[in-house]
């Protein structure tokens, strides 16, 4: 039996997030500059994009540039930039033919132009495909997106007779990036670190983390199946007992 037999397709997690890391280590150890891993990170996405779509995973997040990555050499941040333009503009041939729907989250007009405007041209085209969501966070931090939350509720809702008893769990998540779209189950990430490193920390409340120390380059779909074995071996209680749960 291969490992994609043994997931049971029946208890498959909705939602799974991604922290790619370990691009430039990777290149590292191979004596290469770190703009060489994060080139070969692109192959780890496409099999890792693709084996999700098979599994019939509804979404997939993937953290690929946080608010904090501003601050690496220019070079590397001009490299990664211009690597994102290019990815966008060949990948939409792949996502057509696997019926993936793009998404982003983050700070997308904070980004590049070029940047900008090619990943909502592929949005755009890919809005009716009926298959995986597959989500992008660019430019994305959770501190970010909650303060961003913060902003316009304050913004939007300037009225004396505004009820605050209004701002539950729904209407909080209403003003995230991920609005109407459910919390991961799953978080993966690579590399051998152990730390969200401010993503989607509102979201996560409740998501089974696993770690592996396979560099993002490495990450194939077989390590994606491991992550959801894995998962699936979890009992999620949500703050009950196990004999109250089914
Ligand atoms: C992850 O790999 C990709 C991005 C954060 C853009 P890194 O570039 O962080 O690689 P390491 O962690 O330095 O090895
Ligand atoms: C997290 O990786 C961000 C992304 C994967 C895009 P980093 O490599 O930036 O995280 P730290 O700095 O090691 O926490
Ligand atoms: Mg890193």
């Known amino acids: 039996m291969n490992f994609k037999d043994k997931?049971?397709?029946?208890?498959?997690?909705?939602?799974?997030?991604?922290?790619?890391?370990?691009?430039?280590?990777?290149a590292k150890k191979k004596g290469n500059q770190r703009i060489f891993g994060h080139k070969n990170g692109i192959k780890a996405v496409r099999d890792v994009v693709?084996?999700?779509a098979e599994l019939n995973i509804k979404y997939l997040t993937l953290y690929a540039f946080s608010t904090e990555n501003w601050n690496r050499p220019k070079q590397e941040v001009d490299a990664l930039m211009g690597l994102?333009?290019?990815?966008?503009e060949s990948?939409?041939?792949?996502?057509?033919?696997?019926?993936?729907?793009?998404?982003?989250i983050g700070n997308i007009n904070g980004l590049p132009k070029d940047v900008a405007a090619n990943l909502n041209?592929?949005?755009?085209?890919?809005?009716e495909n009926k298959g995986l969501s597959l989500i992008l966070a660019l430019?994305?931090?959770a501190r970010w997106e909650i303060l961003n939350a913060i902003k316009n509720i304050v913004e939007q809702n300037k009225k004396e007779d505004f009820d605050v008893n209004k701002i539950d769990a729904d209407f909080f998540e209403s003003y995230l990036n991920t609005k109407n779209i459910p919390d991961p189950d799953l978080l993966i990430r690579t590399?051998?670190?152990?730390?969200?490193s401010n993503f989607l920390i509102w979201q996560i409340a409740y998501a089974e983390l696993y770690f592996t120390k396979?560099?993002?380059?490495?990450?194939?779909?077989?390590?994606?199946?491991?992550?959801?074995?894995?998962y699936q071996t979890r009992e999620r209680r949500f703050g009950q007992i196990s004999e109250q749960l089914n």
């Open 91 to 104: 990948e939409e041939k792949t996502l057509m033919k696997n019926n993936v729907r793009l998404l982003a």
């Open 139 to 141: 430019n994305y931090s």
């Open 214 to 230: 396979v560099l993002w380059p490495d990450f194939r779909k077989i390590n994606l199946y491991e992550a959801i074995i894995d």
């Open 191 to 196: 590399s051998g670190e152990y730390r969200i």
């Open 7 to 26: 997931i049971d397709s029946g208890r498959l997690p909705e939602h799974v997030a991604v922290i790619m890391d370990g691009n430039g280590r990777w």
């Open 50 to 52: 693709e084996g999700a």
């Open 84 to 88: 994102l333009v290019s990815t966008i």
């Open 121 to 127: 041209k592929l949005i755009d085209k890919t809005s």
